[in-house]
């Protein structure tokens, strides 16, 4: 079962340590869009992954970036936005090559297959 109770606390606990790392911040964000993608919730979805990728674009963090990109194409893909789900997943990829990891490759690939 999906539930947000659980993100809404690791949200919590960012903003009150002021750890705005993929860790912590960025991770909640993409995660509460993961969940609500499962719970069929695609426009609060991308709204909690674009959150995702504004915070790792703001702390440099390329492979957070790379993954926010991923995610977003996914949901776009989930709403029949397969356009907009080619562009992200082509940045994911963009962004895995640059930062030379093979496995966030591969998942940008297998993406880009599936819109």
Known sequence: MYTTEYYEKHLKIAFEISDRRGELEGAAYGNFGNCYQCLVDYRKSIENQKKDLKVAKEIGHRGGEG???????NSYQSLGDYRKSI????KHLKIAKEIGEQGREGRANGNLGNS
């Open 67 to 73: 993954a926010a990109y991923g995610n977003l194409g």
């Open 87 to 90: 562009e992200y997943h082509e």
